[in-house]
């Protein structure tokens, strides 16, 4: 059975993003855990925190919302989040990929599809709708 | 909830990530995702917060998502086509639902979850027999939009054709499963599959693979919510996420030795308890 050229080209930045994502992740969480960076709060100190609910927590703690953790970098509790944001951003690239393909086979349903579901994704990362 | 002061700090993240591996072979076994059982199961015998569990469940399913995606993809095993009005449909759920839990008291929450997992192990029960029945002709909806096609069947050595019906119902199914999967951190794949089986009549193999591809983009809508909110905790979800995952590589290699009936029978067990645990800590129990 032949793949679609899209359905090829999806499957390859899909696995690309996963696997950076995921380094990403491990890899700062370990930095985090045995403190080869300063973190914003020491895992130490968490049980203290882990049970209160996140607006508790976010007072408690001064963390911040929306992208302000970045403004916190390389602090090592906040390095994990550039894991998950990779893990995040991995469909939008895919869906800008396929906007490409779905217009060059003048697949016009499947390019506003597309569109609307960047929209929603780069809504939802924005953080202008929290 | 468990006294966090019981255990020193690094035990927490080691005894989640033996609690999660073994939730990952059972996940894999009886062929739903980690997060369904994650977030009931970590919430209520864990001393973590529930806005955080349900942030790294849906951490949890996204990865899972992201890297099975490919290789369901090449193998012909998922459609692209058929996950991308779906996953719109349940990615604009996902993120009103992340937000909704977001909103809610945590009894409320609490009350809500153990509710929704005694339906999922009801439904369990209830579908554990269920044969397929195929889409025979596509509706107008999955006709104007090309859902059909192909898949390799290798059971049988065969390609075998497809196709949906019920479109809008499926899409709908689909904005609803996104809600619940978002305010709860569910994941998806326990709904997926019959809302594309059983409703659409998609055959098992091809559902569970376009799940999956589904999941990826619902999840990283909600993700991006709880991100936002702060409702994240690296020491939650990376030792999840790594329990989850090499226990369903464990668990596929039990695969042969355990019948998938089996292991569906423990995993309604295992709701069933999580569920009643949950109903009782949202009664204040």
């Known amino acids: 059975m032949k793949l679609e050229r899209h359905e090829k080209a999806y499957a390859r930045w899909l696995a690309i993003g996963a696997r950076l994502g995921f380094a990403a992740l491990v890899a700062s969480f370990f930095i985090y855990l045995f403190d080869l960076i300063p973190p914003g709060i020491p895992p130490t100190e968490l049980p203290r925190y882990w049970g209160l609910p996140v607006g508790q927590y976010l007072a408690a703690t001064h963390a911040s919302t929306g992208w302000g953790w970045v403004a916190r970098l390389p602090q090592s509790d906040v390095l994990n989040f550039v894991g998950v944001v990779i893990l995040g951003a991995t469909s939008i690239a895919c869906y800008a990929r396929l906007i490409v393909d779905y217009a060059a086979e003048r697949d016009w349903i499947y390019v506003a599809i597309c569109i609307a579901q960047l929209a929603v994704l780069a809504t939802a990362a924005s953080g202008i709708l929290n | 909830m468990l006294d966090p002061t019981l255990l020193p700090w690094w035990a927490w993240p080691l005894l989640l990530f033996a609690v999660t ?192 591809l589904t999941m990826s983009i619902m999840n990283t809508s909600a993700a991006w919510v709880y991100l936002n909110e702060g409702a994240l905790l690296p020491i939650l979800h990376v030792p999840s996420i790594l329990g989850v995952m090499l226990g369903a590589r464990f668990g596929v290699r039990m695969l042969k030795r355990i019948e998938a009936q089996t292991a569906r029978y423990i995993i309604i067990a295992v709701l069933l308890i999580a569920g009643g645990r949950s109903l009782l800590q949202g009664f204040g129990i």
């Open chain 2, 21 to 212: 591996f073994l939730l990952g072979i059972v996940a894999v076994i009886g062929g739903i995702g980690g997060g369904v059982l994650f977030v009931p199961i970590v919430a209520g015998f864990l001393p973590f917060h529930l806005d955080f569990v349900r942030g790294a469940g849906l951490l949890l399913a996204l990865s899972g998502a992201l890297s099975a995606g490919p290789s369901l993809l090449r193998g012909g095993l998922a459609s692209l086509r058929l996950a991308m009005p779906l996953a719109l449909a349940g990615s604009i759920g996902a993120i009103a639902g992340a937000f909704l839990g977001l909103a809610m008291p945590t009894r409320v929450l609490q009350l809500s979850l153990g509710i929704v997992v005694l339906a999922i192990a009801a439904l369990m029960w209830a579908t554990r027999h269920a044969g397929e029945t195929l889409a025979r002709t596509p509706d107008r909806w999955a006709a104007a939009l090309g859902l059909s096609g192909r898949y390799p069947e290798a059971s049988q050595g065969t390609i075998v054709a497809w196709t949906v019906h019920r479109t809008p119902a499926g899409l709908a199914a689909f904005a609803v499963i996104g809600v619940i999967g978002g305010m709860f951190g569910l994941g998806a794949g326990w709904a997926n599959v019959p809302a594309l089986t059983l409703l659409m009549g998609l055959p098992l193999k091809l559902a569970v693979g376009t799940s999956g």
